[in-house]
């Protein structure tokens, strides 16, 4: 139960199984938690919690009509007040790394106890970031191993600006003739050119005129 003067948190449970979604809501309500709703899929979830606005929402990830990650994706965009703890049965770094990048502010295991949801929830509410033993760890490497490995086949997005100028540079110009063509500072194309070479991952001026040429950059 609550303390003394202190209001119930309202909480949201979301999971497809019928079961499992009642004895999560039970156990949390029997723990002093005010449920406020409960839904069985991602777009009941979404109209469902908009309307209640629950403190935290309990999200499974593998939902019918509209996947978890989606609708932890609208509800934080439609509720920045709301929070959500992902509930699921998969541990894979993909779905950890989906929920959080969805804005789930943390990610438990079902094979968690009551006491550890109880607590999860409530750190979940108090904005920590919460996450089953181990999952931590692992969704800091995805991190690193995303930030040192470009994706295949996903090419750099460069701005407009930055294009402009490598298309530039690629005929030949120096920085201050971009400068003078662009009616932009010669600092600023400095900065528009070590942007582009840091998305491109290349070190010198050399590779940037290497990709503007394979990429048809420099054709008029």
């Known amino acids: 139960m609550c303390p003394a003067g202190e209001t119930s948190l309202r909480v949201m449970v979301v999971d497809d ?8 809501a039970r156990d949390l309500g ?14 009941a979830a979404v109209r469902i919690a908009t309307a209640v606005r629950p403190e935290v929402v309990v999200m499974d990830l593998h ?8 609708a932890t994706r609208r509800i934080v965009a439609a509720l920045p007040a709301t929070r959500v703890l992902v509930l699921s049965a998969s541990g894979e770094a993909g779905d950890v790394l989906e929920a959080v990048k969805a804005g789930a502010t943390g990610y438990l295991l079902k094979s968690a106890g ?8 409530r750190r979940t509410a108090a904005g ?10 692992l969704l800091l490497g995805e991190y690193r191993r995303i ?27 120096t920085a201050k003739q971009v400068a003078a063509r662009l009616g932009l500072s010669h600092r600023t194309v400095q900065n ?22 394979e990429a048809g950059l420099d054709d008029d």
């Open 17 to 24: 199984h019928p079961m499992w979604r009642d004895a999560v």
């Open 30 to 43: 029997e723990a002093g938690l005010d449920v406020v709703a409960t839904a069985p899929d991602g777009v």
């Open 63 to 70: 939902l019918p009509e509209l996947s978890g990650v989606e």
């Open 114 to 121: 009551a006491g550890e949801l109880l607590g999860a929830v």
């Open 128 to 137: 920590e970031a919460t996450f089953t033993a181990g999952l931590a760890g």
């Open 147 to 173: 930030a040192t490995e470009p994706a295949a086949g996903d090419p750099p997005r460069l701005t407009d600006r930055e294009t402009e100028v490598l298309r530039l540079v690629a005929k030949g110009l």
């Open 192 to 213: 528009h050119v070590q942007n582009a070479m840091g998305k491109l991952q290349v070190r010198n001026r050399a590779g940037l005129v290497r990709y503007a040429i």
